[in-house]
Structure formats: structure tokens, C-alpha cells
């Protein structure tokens, strides 16, 4: 006996998707909800949904949101004939639980990266989206964000030669108590920010790693008895060209990559950043040229990109299958780190690419006031 599927909600009257973001933690507050702003003509934020009175309250007003939740109340948001997408904003061990039940309303999912936890996470969402006949996006913001498109383009133009190195630094300070250093959240480097160098490896060298070695490190502080305070990771692609990268929770900020071929190399610094200026420093025949590229709302692009997908039917770039792709790296890179000895990765699609045509240009968004949040290191 087959159950029949819901009815899937219609978009407003005025032809917007209409968002409910799920849960208002530090980046829902400091990016997400400022981009509604630059994401008028297709999208619309309707509804909030958090754990904290006091957040909906203030941001409610904020935002002029009249539809607020609760966790508990997150089956009747769902269900409430208003809401068309979900921005899932949420501890990383949460994505499953809430994905599943969007997808099994009706609802649209836009799930903030990572994407799971565990490769079984990331099949189970993957199959629930496609079972009910959603759409699912994973919110890798640089895949639309002109500086990091514009690498692609400059590697697969083949000016710097033959690419067969790409070099990576993303550390930051994360302060005690934080998710990311909580065990039950799906906390960790790896996880939080090491998923960047995968990911910006990957779209440069346009392929999937074949073999993966990492080390852990930990000072000892106390904020790191349940993950690692620091990661070091080497990536065999095919052709025998090599990714590397180390991220950190307990040092001052860097974000940065390069890539190198026969001819030049190119670095980004910063390179991952969403607030303030990102730069490139490409340098052929022993000549550095610097190109800045200002600041912009990387957010508001997301949510033009993936309402236009639900209004249209398309199926989405960065989809599951690339967020799949990443855990699966991620979870053998662990695996190496605790055994000592490489790890070989089946063979992988993950799909479509991001490619420079994906780019969208929004202003910078002024980083409001936040209400019961900071930025990982603390910082409002």
C-alpha cells in the first residue's frame, strides 16, 4: 500500500517563493535574513522558526515577520500553506532530521553546508527530496561568488600551464562552548572549515580525489576535548596532481589557496571570506599582478539561484550529490587520521560543476545587530 504524497504548497500571490529560515544562529543573522534584501524578485521571507523567544520576537520585528516557531512547531510551519523553502541554518547533526521533514511536506530545502554528517545522512536527504519530489540545494555561497569563479575560469583557461598543485590555509579562532567544538552538533575543522579546501580543490581541478592521508592535532586547551583543534590533509586527484591543506580553531585568521601549474600560479587572499574585499595574485613569467575584487552579499545569490529552480523545475548545482561529496572525503580523511595510514576513495559523480556563469553580483549587506548570537570567535 503506497501513502500519497502531500500537497505541495503553492508560491505566494505574487509569484515568490516563500522562505521559513530554520534556525537564527550567528550566519542566519549576520548574512541570511540581511539577503532577502538583494533577492527580491523571486524570493520571500515568511516565516521564522528557533528555539529562542526572544530571537523571534526581535527579529520578527526586524524583518517584519509575522509567521514565528518554535522547534516544536516546525511540522506546523510546514504544514501551514505559507512556506514554499526551508533555510536550514542548524547544527550540522540536525540537517538530516529537518531536511527529511521538508522534504516529506512538500517543502524545498536550501541546507546549509555541510550537509550531514555521515554519508548515510547525506543518501537518506538525497532520497527523500528526490522520493517527494523537492528540490534540494546545499548552500556553498563561493559557487556563486565571483572571485573563486573567476579561479575556475583562469585554471581551465590554461594559463597557468598544466595545473598539478593546489595549497590551502583556512584557520580562525572558535571560542569554548561554540558548536564547532561540540562533539553532539557535528563540530570539528574538518567539518566547519577544512570543507572549504575540499571543496575549492575539487571545483579547480574539476575531479574527484582517488586517495586521502590526514593528521590531527591538539593543543590540549580545554574548548578541544571533544574535536580536534587542528588538521593537515593531503588529497590524491587523478593524473597524480596533489591537494593540501591545513585549517585550525585556535589561530590567528587566514583564508587563503593557491593553485600552480607549468607556467603561473594563482592565489586567492583572502580567498573564502564572506566580509570585506577578496584579492588575486596571479603571476606568469615572474610578473604578480593584484586584482581586488569588493566586497558583496554572497548569500542573497543563493536564494535568487535556488527560487528561480523551484519556480522553473530545475534541478540545482550545488546539489546533494555535491554536498554528498564532500562528507564522503571528510569521514575518510577522519578515518586516516585515526588508523595513520591512507584511505582510497571509490569512484564518484557528483555531477554538474559550478561554472563562471553562475556568477551574480548583489551589494554588500551592512551586518546588523545581532540578537543572542556571535561569530565564532565571539565577536558580535
Known amino acids: 500500500m503506497t501513502t500519497a504524497k502531500r500537497q505541495r504548497p503553492t508560491r505566494g500571490a505574487n509569484g515568490k517563493i516563500r522562505y521559513a529560515v530554520v534556525g537564527l544562529g550567528y550566519i542566519s543573522q549576520a548574512a541570511l535574513l540581511p539577503a532577502f534584501a538583494h533577492a527580491k524578485e523571486n524570493s520571500e521571507l515568511t516565516a521564522l522558526v528557533s528555539s529562542d523567544p526572544e530571537k523571534l520576537k526581535q527579529l520578527g520585528k526586524q524583518y517584519g515577520v509575522q509567521r514565528l516557531y518554535s522547534y516544536e512547531q516546525y511540522e506546523e510551519c510546514l504544514n501551514s500553506g505559507e512556506v514554499d523553502a526551508v533555510y536550514i541554518g542548524l547544527p550540522n547533526t540536525m540537517h538530516r532530521d529537518y531536511t527529511v521533514r521538508a522534504a516529506r511536506a512538500g517543502v524545498h530545502i536550501l541546507c546549509e553546508k555541510p550537509m550531514a554528517i555521515t554519508e548515510e545522512d547525506c543518501e537518506v536527504m538525497i532520497a527523500e527530496a528526490k522520493d517527494n519530489e523537492v528540490k534540494l540545494m546545499i548552500a556553498y555561497r563561493l559557487h556563486f561568488e565571483e572571485a573563486n569563479l ?123 571570506d564572506f566580509v570585506g574585499d577578496l584579492k588575486h595574485y596571479l603571476t606568469l613569467d615572474g610578473k604578480t599582478k593584484e586584482a581586488k575584487f569588493s566586497q558583496r552579499d554572497q548569500f542573497a545569490p543563493q536564494l535568487l539561484y535556488f527560487s528561480t529552480c523551484v519556480l522553473k523545475g530545475e534541478d540545482p548545482e550545488p546539489s546533494g550529490l555535491e554536498g554528498l561529496a564532500d562528507i564522503r572525503i571528510i569521514r575518510a580523511l577522519y578515518q586516516s587520521a585515526q588508523t595513520g595510514q591512507p584511505v582510497r576513495l571509490a569512484a564518484f559523480d557528483p555531477g554538474r560543476r559550478p561554472t563562471p556563469e553562475q556568477q551574480m553580483k548583489r551589494p554588500a549587506v551592512k551586518k546588523p545587530d545581532l540578537v543572542n548570537a556571535s561569530s565564532p570567535s565571539g565577536s558580535s
Not at 566547519?192 to 582517488?210: M, V
Not at 590531527?216 to 574548548?223: K, S, W
Open 150 to 272: 573567476t579561479a575556475i575560469e583562469r585554471v581551465q583557461s590554461g594559463d597557468l600551464g598544466e595545473v598539478r598543485l593546489f595549497n590551502s590555509t583556512f584557520t580562525q579562532e572558535v571560542k569554548a562552548g561554540d558548536i564547532r567544538v561540540r562533539k553532539e552538533t557535528g563540530g570539528g575543522t574538518l567539518y566547519d572549515i577544512g570543507i572549504y579546501c575540499i571543496n575549492a580543490s575539487r571545483y579547480l581541478f574539476r575531479a574527484e580525489p582517488t586517495e586521502v592521508l590526514a593528521i590531527c592535532a591538539n593543543n590540549g586547551e580545554e574548548r578541544f576535548r571533544e574535536v580536534e583543534e587542528m588538521a593537515s590533509a593531503i588529497l590524491r586527484f587523478p593524473g597524480d596532481r596533489v591537494a593540501a591543506f591545513t585549517c585550525s580553531f585556535s589561530t590567528a585568521p587566514v583564508s587563503s589557496y593557491r593553485v600552480v601549474g607549468s607556467k603561473g600560479d594563482l592565489r586567492l587572499d583572502p580567498a573564502y
